[in-house]
C-alpha cells in the first residue's frame, strides 16, 4: 500500500501579512543594531572610504526598523542617525567643542528617527492594500527608497537651508556606481542605493521557497544599474589653470594668532611657483586674503604685481566684502586693477558664518553665540564669472553640496567649476576628505572639470569623468597648473535632476499614504 505524498504547505495571505508586521529582530537587538550602523555606515565614507559598507548600514537600519511600534521605530532610527553623525561630522568639535557637535548630531538624527517611522509604517501599511509577491518584492522596495530620499531631501534644505552632509550617495566618489550621478543626479543616487538593498531584504523575508531563485532579483537590478554607461563628456578645450594653496592659518578661530597680512602674503609666496608658467587664471581659496582689495591699496598692489608678473593673469580670490550694509563671503575676479565681476555666497553656513534668530538661540550657548560676532548676508547674484572668455562656475566651500546651487552654475553655462574652500578651522580631520569626495562627484553629476582649491588642502584638479589630474598635499604650500578640459552641454543631472528627486519624494509620500488609508479598510 503507497502513501501519498505530503502535500507542500503554502502561505495564506494572512500568513504574509503577519509576517510583513512582525520584527525581524526583538527591540532589544534592534536596539544594538541602530547603534552599530552609524560606524557602519560611515565607514563607507571617507577616510576609511570602503564604500560597500554603505549598502550594509543602510540593510543594518531596515532591518531593525521593520515590524516596529512608531515610538520604538523612532527610537531605532534615532540611534542610528545618532551614531552615524557623531562619528561623521566629529570634526566640528574641533575648534568649539562638544556643543555644537552634539547638538548638530542630535538634530539630524531626529529626522533620522522620523524618516525611520515611515518606513516603517510602509513596511505595515502597503503589504495590507497589495500582497501580491510582485508588490512585495518591486513596489515596497521603491517605496521605502523614497521615503529615505524624501527624508534627505528634507534635512538637505530645512531648517535654516539644511545640513546636505551624510547623504549616502556622497559615500560613493571611488564606487562603480558614481557614473549614476551625472543620469538621475545625487538624490537619485541615494534612492537606488536603498532601493537595491530594500529589495534584498524583502527577498530575505519571503515565506515563499525558492529563495536562490528570488536572489537573482537584486543581482539583476545591480548588474543593470552597473551596465548604465558613463555620460559622454563634450570636451571642446582646455584653459590652463593655476591654483594655489597658501597653507597657512587661516581658520576663523586663528585669527588671534596670525599675523596682519599673513594670509594674503603666504598666498603670494606660494603663487611665484607659476610665474612663466603661462596660466591663463590664477585661483586662490576662499578667504585668501584678509584685506579687501577693493577698498586696501595695498592688498590691490600686491594683486597687480602677481597678475604682472604672470603675464596679466586674472586672479580670482576669496575676501570678506562689506557694502550695501552687508557683510558677505565673496570670490571676485581681480582685474586690469579692480574688481570686474564678483559672486556672493547665497547659502551662509548657519550657527558657522551666521546665527539665525540670535536673541532665541544666544541664552542656550551664550559663549559660543558670540564667537561669531558678525554675520554674513546671503549673496544673490549669479555664480558664473566670464573670464577672459572661459565661463568659470564658483562654489565656496559648502555650496558645494547645494544641488541647486550647482546646476545653477552649469545651467548659466558654466565650463569649468571652481570650488574655493577654507578647512583650516577642521584641522586634519575627515572634513577635508568627504568634501573632496563630494567635489569629485559634483565633477561626474555636472560632466565638467572642477579645480578644488583650499587655504590649507587637500586642493586638487579633478577631470569631467571624476579622474584627479594633480593634487596638493593637505598642510603644505604648493600650486597646481594644469591645462584643464573645458566642457559644453548638460548632463541629465542638470536638466532633471531636481524633477528626478521631487517625482521621488511626493510619489513616496503619496504612496504611504494611500496605503495607510486603504489599508485601515483592509486590515485582517
Known sequence: MTRNPPRPVRSRPSDV??????????????VLLALGAGPVLDAGFPDIGFWPLTFVGIGIVLVAAIGRRAGPSFLVGFLAGLSFYLVHVSWTALYLGPVPWVALSVLESLFFGLGTVLITLAYRWFPRVWGGPVARLAVLPVLVAALWTAR??????????????????????????????????ISGLSFVMVAIIAITVQVLREPAPGLVRRL????????????????????????????????????YFDSATRDAGDLIDGQLDA???????????????EGSSEYDP????????????????????????????????????TSMLWQNGGVEDWYDKKHPIPFGEYVPDRQFWRPFAPDLIDLIARDYTPGTRDGVIDVNGVITGISICFDIVDDAV??????????????????????????????????????????????????????????????TISTVPAYEPGALI???????GLTPAVLVGGQVEGLIVWWGLGALVVSGVLGRRRRP
Open 216 to 251: 537573482a532579483v537584486p543581482g539583476i537590478v545591480i548588474v543593470a544599474v552597473l551596465a548604465v554607461p558613463a555620460w559622454p563628456t563634450s570636451e571642446f578645450g582646455t584653459s590652463r589653470i593655476a591654483a594655489v594653496q597658501g597653507n597657512i592659518k587661516a581658520g
Open 152 to 185: 534627505e531631501g528634507l534635512v538637505s534644505t530645512w531648517p535654516y537651508g539644511g545640513f546636505a552632509w551624510g547623504r549616502v550617495a556622497l559615500s560613493q566618489s571611488e564606487s562603480p556606481f558614481a557614473p549614476l550621478v551625472a543620469w538621475i543626479g
Open 294 to 329: 577693493a577698498t586696501v591699496a595695498s592688498a590691490a598692489r600686491s594683486l597687480d604685481s602677481l597678475s604682472g608678473l604672470a603675464g596679466g593673469a586674472p586672479i580670482i580670490l576669496g575676501a570678506i566684502q562689506e557694502r550695501e550694509d552687508g557683510v558677505f563671503n
Open 482 to 488: 594644469e591645462d584643464v578640459p573645458l566642457s559644453r
Open 271 to 285: 603663487s611665484l611657483e607659476v610665474i612663466g608658467e603661462g596660466a591663463d587664471m590664477i585661483v586662490w581659496p
Open 17 to 30: 501579512l503577519a509576517r510583513a508586521d512582525a520584527p525581524v529582530v526583538p527591540l532589544w537587538a534592534a
Open 406 to 467: 550647482m546646476r545653477d552654475s552649469v545651467d548659466r553655462g558654466a565650463q569649468v567649476l571652481l570650488a574655493q574652500t577654507n578647512n583650516a578651522d577642521f584641522g586634519t580631520t575627515d572634513e577635508n576628505q568627504q568634501q573632496l569626495a563630494i567635489t569629485r562627484l559634483r565633477a561626474i553629476e555636472t560632466s565638467r572639470s572642477v579645480v578644488s582649491i583650499s587655504t590649507v588642502g587637500l586642493s586638487a584638479i579633478i577631470g569631467p569623468r571624476g579622474e
